[in-house]
Structure formats: structure tokens, C-alpha cells
């Protein structure tokens, strides 16, 4: 069974950086893709950056490009988000997910199959 454990979430001033981090396991991951998405109360889930497995291409949302960095380290099949420049508008919860091999689009999150538990992120202005 997969499971998706999150972790490095907290409360933050605006401008200030956060890693958060997933840790998969029950299964070595080797196609389809593993990111981060999230969500806001009262608004739906969110992509935010996303890479594939098999090709190690990286998608970022326009809302956070230039200051997440989504990186993977495959030896520990764990992927980091890096948040830099945080605003309070990037107060959320933040879900890890990942998803086997697809041609459905990358940043969708009905695509992806397994997901972590959230970890919340507050940005105080």
C-alpha cells in the first residue's frame, strides 16, 4: 500500500521560505509523477508544481513559479517543495500526491491516485 507521509509545514511571516517535504513508500516509483497541491479554506484544491517521474520535466502553477523550486531525491523516493517569498495568499494545506504512468494533464488532481495527509502552511502578513 502507498502511503505519502508530509512533513515541514508551520507558521511563517510573509517573505520567509519553507521546505516541505514527502516521503513515499509500499512501492518504487519509477513512471507517472509526484507533486503538491493545496488548498485554501472555502476554495478548491490547487495544482502547485508537480515532476515526472520518467522525465524529470517540472511543472510549476503561475501563482508560485519563480519561488517554489520542486526537487525529488529518487535514492529516498521523497520530493521536496522549497518555498521561497511566501505571501498569505499561499496559506493552505499542502497534499502531497502521486500518480502512476497517464496521459491525462499533469496538473489535474482528479489524475492522481494516492495522497499524503496534508500539512498546513500559514503565512502571516
Known amino acids: 500500500q502507498v502511503q505519502l507521509v508530509e512533513s515541514g509545514g508551520g507558521l511563517v511571516q510573509a517573505g520567509d521560505s519553507l521546505r516541505l517535504s514527502c516521503a513515499a513508500s509500499?512501492?518504487?516509483?519509477?513512471?507517472?509523477?509526484m507533486g503538491w497541491f493545496r488548498q485554501a479554506p472555502g476554495k478548491e484544491r490547487e495544482f502547485v508544481a508537480t515532476i515526472s517521474w520518467l522525465t524529470s520535466r517540472i511543472y510549476y502553477s503561475d501563482s508560485v513559479k519563480g519561488r517554489f523550486t520542486i526537487s525529488r531525491d529518487n535514492a529516498r523516493n521523497t520530493v521536496y517543495l522549497q518555498m521561497n517569498s511566501l505571501k498569505p495568499e499561499d496559506t493552505a494545506i499542502y497534499y502531497c500526491?502521486?500518480?502512476?504512468?497517464?496521459?491525462?494533464?499533469?496538473?489535474?488532481?482528479?489524475?492522481?491516485?494516492?495522497w499524503g495527509q496534508g500539512t498546513q502552511v500559514t503565512v502571516s502578513s
Open positions: 500526491a502521486t500518480r502512476d504512468y497517464s496521459t491525462a494533464p499533469i496538473t489535474s488532481f482528479q489524475t492522481y491516485h494516492y
Open positions: 509500499g512501492r518504487t516509483f519509477s513512471s507517472g509523477a
